[in-house]
């Protein structure tokens, strides 16, 4: 009873007076040192964990469709964390260009799910308000997905189209060659453009005709734009963009490296921070950032991966609901008292997301499905794998469809077993090469097409080592 | 000689309306006068200038509304009164539209024998009449009521019989199957029965004899003289009215009011685009026991009633149809309406008021459309709409026996039973069931043998074909409870987060299968109110043809119109990513399933990108789940592609013999006529080879097969009935085992010819002592020599020996250059040796063939 009761107390109080006091006093002073701002962050960190946050309810639906809201992909941060120094960096390249009425052309890489489009949506906000501070024009901002284009040409119809001018006198000219005469010539019109390109690599054509246009329109005397290209390729600028070196204007890259552990375990924190309770224990999550960044850094799969745990938890409660209604059965008719003891246990079991619902979450997404599908094979297809390991053990790499079924209709001799036709073969194999297990070629004759595994010895020795049958022939 | 016309036009409403009233009877009557008779063409004539159809505002066929102007011209001179310009007009009308005129006299000679028919008759009849009408009235019910009472009165009578017919006159009108015709919707409405004979202008309220012209908008009827201004002449192409052009710029206008005491009369067409009746197409008719006429219509559905409302590309005279069925009384029906496909609406001229273009299918369940032309392309429809055709036909002829009867009511019974919620399936169902076949050649067939009912080893056929759906899927239920739960995630109650499931499995695992199953299942929620309604498309990668389809393939079930992929690239881009709706029903979760995704992966991976990249948009309601037989894919995709397709992995791996087993035996269930172990015989064989399910159904049902021809031929011969028994065996099995696994180059060994034998054993004995692939005709003349000396044989010659083996390699069983080559011919085994040996080594003809055979 007294839990309950604090339990509704707190509730009754959802935000607490002393954590958000250290943030008002560093918003208070814009003028603070970097220094003062690490103080006021080991302030919240120690402030942190001070304050102990009751625990959320995961059966209100209210409550459960908030946190799968918070942590699905479309939901956007109020605040990018840990990628200020990005932002910062391609924000004064903007203020630049903006200040003094040159054009300028950047290049943001890194892998997929890095927070690159996140951060251009931040910047863009963040440079139309200095610039209404500052009493600047405000720039054009136009936004190319750069997949949605049916012809690599379009940007630059989008390009006029968002520019919003009209020239009548040269409707028939293409429209690389309108932006080339307007930028040559002066005009009177004060506005930069700001645009910015996702996805650019999909404007490679076998010429990279249409890229090099693009970046050399920041290079016109009169241009007035700001191009920021975003891509996964490191080397783009270098591999698809040589002559722009020669002439002097290669664009500014800005990497955007793969999420760090801690940088994952802050971001996750901060989407969750809204909540007045706490859904996820502190070692889950640190276990999900851990996984997440030695493997890939992908923001994406950390935040899916946190949902497939959270419904593996109510997954969890709705099994154990029916067995309470059980349990109560059970009470109601053997009328004890010392059976209210553990239901009470089983409800505090289920109040927030522990290690094992994440490794779980981790296995189900991490697993690799080569094992598992070896041993759900058919029996004679795990012969038919077994056969080909053989005949690929030592310097062999590839093989004839037809060498492969004698050595297939050796090992089906040497454990009496009798062996399927070679039509029969032929189609285990065809079955074999839709999975992805081996590779199988094209030729006019069936028994010459060649044949060569996609996947790893060890891992058939693995999987088939289980099985009496296969002892004599690994 | 201004009293005169006055008087003409007094004189035909009178018999019009006595004619409404009494529409049984038919007494011809002579006309007194004969100038009665012009002003009736004059006013037929009057009411087809109105009543003309318009043709889709489409480019191509603004052409083709000029004859049917030019038509209106030429009616236009015949009703002037001026004998001079009578005289002239005829002169032009002889020249240029000769063949026209002609065809619009012989619709009037059509007109008028219509018209003698509802002369006027005796006043006994007339009260038959009204009784008739008040007893009609009682019987309408609404759709959903119509339906209970349907259901109600089949229970009632059940054991008797009904009596189907393909034509019927009734109330006045002739009905036949596949007639469109308009159908009451409100129970009391004594307005259903008004039916104006000539539409009346806008502005005067009126229908005098003046040529009137019909707005392409709101299809009202104007006067040339009441427009403002005034037009001297019919326009060429489409007009619009003031008021409707008044409109369309954004200001409200008042239309013209009718004068105190005149009430608005609308027609039939007006109040289906209103909402105020239904349309449906007739599919059956038949009489009950207490004489009353039922017939069963498909309905057609109004683009306002439809999910996304109407679209700015409807047009004013377009409908769907639906894939609802409803039985109602003949009652309800009231008449006739042409609902035309797009070709026959551009030719349509002269076809009245009641036209409209109907292009899409529109599934109500789905909430999806469908072309007609794709839908009438596809075979099983159309084998289908012929089966019930010959069925139709027979079962009027045969109406009179009663075996066929009971029979034939069984089988409806049976299908009414099922609920049809989809077109697909309830095609499948009536195929599986034979349901048409049957009727196919009764006239042919004995009596005795036409009236048996199925064998159980009949009924284990059908339901061991690949087409026939089973009512539960057994051996799937931890997937298909694993893919309800990630679309129960999905749909919350307030808002839909997009997500993605890919479902990868080796071909014949009941992947699309359990996903059909699953969304049949949810469908029941939604009809009870558990869960939002959405919106389901369905998409095989196979049928498209290239990736970039897609986009045209979604934006054409999402919202009934078909565009360029582009411009649907760019449509569905505004809805999911910017959000973009037409209307709130519009803002509903749509669900997309995505058969053979592997087929979408192009050189750069722009389409799977887009179309994975869509669920990760705040606005865009999208729940995607691919499915492909490679494990892998995710892995060949580029980085950010598998990023956006998330984590979702569903793996349906080959059935073991178990599963296998419980497939067959529920499949089987009710019909015992398979031993337990021939199915798990077949069972084990097909788990061990691929656990192809189609292969294991494929095994029982020949099996059955050869089961059945196996009692069939027991029975003709009656000294062996007790010797065979009723059951699918373990030797059935294994025959189609036999039959299904063995390669052909074993059979074809096994059945050629005796030089063909001694030679293939010549060849594998040469090539096992010389160690070498391949021999030359020499070497293995002389070792076929050595054979036929050593066993007793005649040696063929050596001419002889070359046809044969050429022979040989014609069949490809081995491989040899040309025969012209003579001694130095090049000859190999094109399969391996021991298939030789198998083949030949049980030959009784050559026994002594083993010997050499190793």
């Known amino acids: 009873m007294p839990v309950i009761a604090a339990k509704r107390t707190l509730r009754s109080h959802p935000s607490s007076p002393p954590r958000k006091s250290p943030r008002r006093c560093t918003a208070a002073t814009p003028n603070s040192t970097p220094t003062k701002n690490r103080l006021g962050g080991a302030d919240e960190n120690q402030a942190d964990p001070a304050a102990v946050k009751p625990k959320w309810n995961p059966k209100d639906g209210e409550q459960l469709k908030r946190a799968k809201m918070a942590l699905h992909l479309s939901t956007a941060p109020s605040s ?70 049916t012809n690599t040409s379009d940007i630059f119809t989008k390009q006029i189209l968002g520019l919003n001018q009209t020239q009548g006198k040269k409707v028939s000219a293409l429209p690389l060659q309108q932006l080339q005469n307007m930028y040559s010539q002066k005009s009177s019109v004060k506005n930069m453009t700001l645009i ?21 329109l920041t290079t016109f005397p009169f241009s007035r734009c700001i191009l920021i290209g975003v891509a996964n390729a490191i080397d783009l600028a270098d591999r698809f963009l040589p002559r722009l070196t020669s002439l002097n204007c290669k664009p500014i890259v800005v990497n955007f490296r793969a999420y760090s552990k801690d940088q994952i375990l802050k971001i ?13 224990q502190q070692q889950a999550l640190e276990l999900c950032a851990r996984k997440v960044a030695a493997t890939s850094g992908d923001m994406r799969n950390a935040l899916c991966i946190c949902g497939s745990a959270i419904e593996m938890l109510e997954a969890e409660i709705r099994e154990s609901a029916c067995n309470l ?15 209210t003891a553990p239901d009470f246990m089983k409800k505090r ?53 037809g060498e492969l079924y004698k050595s297939y209709v050796g090992v089906c001799k040497s454990c009496l077993i009798p062996p399927a036709g070679i039509l029969e073969f032929s189609n285990m194999c065809r079955v074999l090469n839709d999975q992805g297990l081996i590779k199988l070629g094209q030729s006019r004759e069936d028994k010459l097409r060649r044949v060569s595994p996609k996947i790893d010895e060890g891992d058939i020795t693995f999987a088939l080592q289980g099985i009496r049958f296969f002892q004599n022939c690994l | 000689m201004a009293a005169t016309p006055s008087k003409f036009l007094q004189t035909p409403s009178k018999p019009k309306l006595r004619s409404q009233s009494n529409p049984k009877s038919s007494p011809v009557v002579t006309p007194d006068t004969p100038q009665t008779l012009y002003p009736r063409r004059s006013t037929r004539a009057k009411s087809l200038l109105f009543d003309a159809p318009k043709p889709p505002h489409t480019p191509l066929e603004i052409s083709l509304t000029t004859p049917k102007r030019r038509i209106r011209r030429s009616i236009d001179c015949v009703d002037q009164d001026s004998g001079e310009d009578k005289a002239t007009t005829s002169k032009i009308s002889d020249k240029n539209k000769a063949p026209v005129v002609d065809a619009s006299k ?64 009734y109330d006045g009108g002739e009905f036949e199957l596949g007639d469109d015709v308009y159908v009451k919707r409100r129970e009391d409405a004594s307005s259903d029965d008004e039916d104006p004979e000539m539409e009346e202008c806008r502005m005067c309220f009126s229908s005098n004899d003046e040529v009137m012209i019909e707005c392409d908008d709101c299809l009202g009827g104007f006067h040339l003289k009441c427009l403002r201004p005034p037009l001297k002449d019919v326009p060429e192409g489409d007009w619009i009215c003031g008021f409707c052009e008044a409109r369309k710029m954004g200001m409200e206008v008042q239309l013209p009011k009718p004068p105190k005491g005149k009430k608005l009369v609308r027609t039939m067409r007006e109040k289906l685009l209103s909402s105020d009746l239904w349309s449906g197409r007739i599919k059956s008719i038949w009489r009950e026991v207490d004489d009353n006429y039922w017939c069963r219509v498909r309905w057609y559905t109004i683009p306002e009633e439809t999910s996304v409302g109407r679209q700015p590309h409807n047009l004013r005279r377009e409908l769907y149809r639906t894939n609802d069925f409803a039985d109602i009384e003949m009652e309800s029906v009231l008449r006739h309406c042409h609902v035309m496909t797009p070709k026959e609406y551009a030719k349509a001229s002269d076809e009245g008021d009641d036209v409209f273009l109907c292009e899409y299918e529109y599934d109500i369940h789905w909430h999806s459309f469908k072309r007609l032309a794709d839908i009438d392309n596809e075979t099983e429809n159309g084998e289908e709409h012929d089966s019930d055709e010959d069925w139709n036909v027979d079962k009027e002829s045969d109406s009179d026996t009663d075996e066929d009867v009971e029979y034939e009511k069984e089988n409806i019974k049976n299908t009414q039973s099922k609920p049809s919620t989809s077109h697909h399936l309830a095609a499948n169902l009536q195929k599986g069931q034979f349901f048409g076949l049957q009727k196919i050649g009764t006239k042919t067939i004995p009596q005795h043998v036409r009236s048996h009912k199925q064998t159980d080893l009949e009924r284990a056929k059908a339901t061991l074909l690949l087409a026939s759906l089973p009512k539960s899927l057994p051996c799937r239920n931890k997937e298909m409870e694993e893919i309800t739960a990630f679309i129960n995630g999905a749909l919350s109650d307030n808002q839909c987060l997009g997500r993605c499931l890919y479902i990868h499995g080796v071909p014949g695992t009941g992947k699309t299968m359990s996903v059909l199953s699953v969304m049949r299942s949810l469908k029941s929620e939604v009809d009870a109110g558990n869960i939002k309604p959405y919106t389901f498309v369905e998409i ?181 009935v007790t010797a065979g028994k009723g059951l699918v065996g373990m030797v059935d099995v294994e025959a189609a085992i036999q039959e299904m696994f063995q390669a052909p180059h074993i059979q074809m060994m096994k059945s050629c010819s005796r030089v063909s034998k001694i030679l293939l054993t010549a060849m594998v004995h040469e090539l096992y002592n010389t160690g070498m692939g391949e021999t030359t005709f020499e070497k293995l003349a002389m070792r076929v020599s050595c054979f036929c000396t050593s066993n007793g044989e005649v040696f063929p010659g050596y001419d002889t020996l070359l046809q044969v083996g050429c022979r040989l390699g014609e069949c490809r069983i081995i491989l040899c250059e040309a025969g012209a080559k003579h001694r130095w011919q090049k000859l190999q085994l094109n399969f391996p040796s021991d298939d030789v040996a198998f083949a030949l080594r049980d030959c009784k003809d050559l026994p002594w063939l083993s010997k050499y055979l190793m």
């Not at chain 2, 619709?107 to 038959?128: M, Q």
């Open chain 1, 349 to 401: 079991e289920f109040d927030t997301v522990k290690t094992d619902h994440m490794a779980r979450a981790l296995s189900k997404t991490y697993r690799s499905p080569v094992v598992d599908t070896i041993q759900s094979l058919p029996h004679h297809q795990q012969i038919v794998l077994c056969s080909s390991m053989k005949h690929f053990r030592g310097a062999k790499k590839d093989a004839i469809l």
């Open chain 2, 106 to 169: 012989k619709k009037k000679n059509g007109k008028n024998s219509i018209e003698v028919s509802f002369a006027p008759v005796t006043p006994a009849s007339s009260e038959k009449a009204s009784t008739r009408k008040r007893e009609g009235e009682g019987g309408v019910v609404t759709r959903a009521k119509r339906r209970k009472s349907e259901n109600r009165e089949k229970s009632a009578k059940l054991p008797q019989r009904r009596v189907y017919y393909t034509k019927v006159v």
């Open chain 1, 325 to 339: 209604n059980t349990s109560l059965e059970e009470i109601s008719s053997s009328r004890q008292n010392f059976a």
């Open chain 1, 196 to 216: 910015v390109a996702d996805e650019l690599d999909y404007l490679i054509t076998k010429d990279r005709a249409v890229l090099h246009d693009l970046f050399m």
């Open chain 1, 80 to 149: 990018v964390v840990c990628r200020e120094e990005e932002q910062n960096m391609v924000l004064e390249f903007c203020k630049g260009c903006v200040e003094h009425q040159k054009a300028g052309s950047l290049y943001i890489c890194g892998c997929p799910g890095t927070g690159k489009s996140l951060s251009m949506e931040k910047v863009k906000d963040k440079l139309l308000n200095w610039a209404k501070e500052e009493g600047l024009p405000l720039p054009d901002v136009l936004s190319v997905n750069c997949t949605t284009l």
């Open chain 1, 268 to 280: 996750l924190e901060e989407r969750l921070n809204e909540f007045p309770y706490s859904v996820f």
């Open chain 2, 540 to 720: 095989n990668g196979l049928k498209l043809a290239s990736p970039e389809n897609i986009y045209k393939v979604i934006y054409e079930a999402l919202n009934g119109h078909r565009v360029s992929w582009k411009k649907a690239l760019h449509l569905l881009n505004e809805r999911f990513v910017e959000g973009k709706k037409t209307r709130d029903e519009a803002d509903r979760p749509c669900i997309l399933l995505i058969d053979e995704l592997d087929l979408l992966v192009t050189r750069n991976q722009s389409v799977l990108y887009n179309i994975l990249d869509w669920p990760t948009k705040p606005h865009s309601k999208l729940i995607v789940i691919g499915i492909a037989n490679t494990m892998d894919l995710p892995e060949k995709l580029l980085p950010r592609i598998s990023s956006r397709m998330g984590i979702q992995r569903l793996c349906f791996g080959p059935y073991n013999y178990q599963q296998l087993q419980e497939i067959i035996s529920s499949r089987l269930k009710g019909i015992d006529v398979f031993e337990k172990q021939a199915v798990e015989f077949a069972s084990r064989k097909v788990a061990a080879i691929s656990g192809d399910a189609r292969r294991a159904l494929e095994i029982c049902r020949r099996a059955a097969e050869i089961a059945d021809y196996r009692m069939k031929k027991l029975i003709s011969n009656p000294d062996c």
